[in-house]
């Protein structure tokens, strides 16, 4: 089992920059997959951001697409989504999650965060 845990959201101004952090524990972190999903209040949890074991591959939601960049470091366990031009409808819950592939679609993952708030404001 992997223990995942977020940080870095906040209140940021449109237009402004946030980068989160996906801590993980257990041996095997660096073997899986990350995702990072955000979800919104009423919407349902979606894709953003994946990549692979090693870091040398990645996939991106349209949506965010040239403003976030997702990134991993497996000597200190820890994934990474930095993200630029924010917008208001970037609002949401973001969440990291461990799994064996890097997929887009939720149940491919096994492992969750409690997830971070991000609020950016017009």
């Known amino acids: 089992q992997v223990l995942l845990t977020e940080s870095g959201g906040g209140l940021v101004q449109a237009g402004g920059s946030l980068r989160l952090s996906c801590a993980g524990s257990?041996?095997?972190?660096?073997?899986?997959?990350m995702g990072w999903f955000r979800q919104a209040p009423g919407k349902e949890r979606e894709f953003v951001a994946a990549?692979?074991?090693?870091?040398?591959?990645?996939y991106y939601a349209d949506s965010v697409k040239g403003r976030f960049t997702l990134s991993r470091d497996n000597a200190k366990n820890t994934a990474y989504l930095q993200m630029n031009s924010l917008k208001p409808e970037d609002t949401a819950v973001y969440y990291c999650?461990?799994?064996?592939?890097?997929?887009?679609?939720?149940?491919?993952?096994?492992?969750w965060g409690q997830g971070t708030q991000v609020t950016v404001s017009s």
């Open positions: 999650a461990a799994g064996g592939i890097p997929s887009r679609a939720r149940n491919q993952y096994d492992y």
């Open positions: 257990g041996r095997t972190f660096s073997s899986y997959a």
């Open positions: 990549i692979n074991w090693s870091g040398g591959n990645t």
